[in-house]
């Protein structure tokens, strides 16, 4: 009886450890699981397929085609002229800018890829592009009455005066908002942000700047309040 009682506490003990053991088993398991499909899943978001390798060149090659049709107009045929003076009449002179914005997204766009940046900084571009053609209509205009004529917007944008009808719309807008000199200060923040989220790293010294000059025009601005 002895014996009988002293092997069945015996089988608990190893019933327990066999349980204990599965368990912290079945723990590590599902553990490196959750880990190893986390891995799967960045790495999948941050792959550079083989037609992305493409877009770069793409990119390059449509702001050639651009600039030749800012440049020589009619020469590149009526689609050339016709774009040209479309892009004019959206953004005015400022739409030479576009060429430059699509190299720069050319040359950073495989690592934007591996950062998973690229939409942002797509939209980031586009607000500093309407952010300078509201500049261009703003300055010729700063000691002016201002009208709101979208139609006069978009027809002295594809002459190069003003804005054009993205810089006319949103220059108005902000000049009524937030007044002549708000509306520069605005425009220098969006560019310095830019290019401090383009160029600068996490602790570059670019970033310090750009956030030493940030504070520096946003102590300005309250001060004109």
Known sequence: MFFNKKNGKKNKTDEKMNFSNFKRKSNS??????????????TGAREIKPY???????????????AICFVTGSE?????????????GLFSYMAYAIPFFMILHAVFYLRDVKSGKVLSRFIFTL???LTLAEIAYVIPNF??????????FYEDGKSQIGGGFFGGIIGFVLMKVFGKIGVVI????????????????????????????????????????
């Open 76 to 88: 590149v045929g009526s689609f050339g002229s016709f774009f040209a003076k479309f892009l004019f």
């Open 127 to 129: 607000i500093v592009l």
């Open 52 to 66: 992305m390798r493409a877009i770069p060149l793409i990119l390059v090659a449509l702001a050639i085609f651009t």
């Open 186 to 225: 605005f425009t220098l923040l969006i560019v310095i942000l830019y290019v401090v989220f383009f160029f600068g790293g996490k602790n570059s010294s670019l970033k310090r700047l750009g956030l030493k000059m940030l504070a520096a025009f946003a102590n300005y601005g309250a001060k004109l309040e």
């Open 143 to 152: 000691n002016n009455e201002i009208v709101f004529d979208v139609a006069k």
């Open 29 to 42: 398991e599902n553990t490196e699981a959750t880990s190893e499909s986390a891995n799967q899943n960045t």
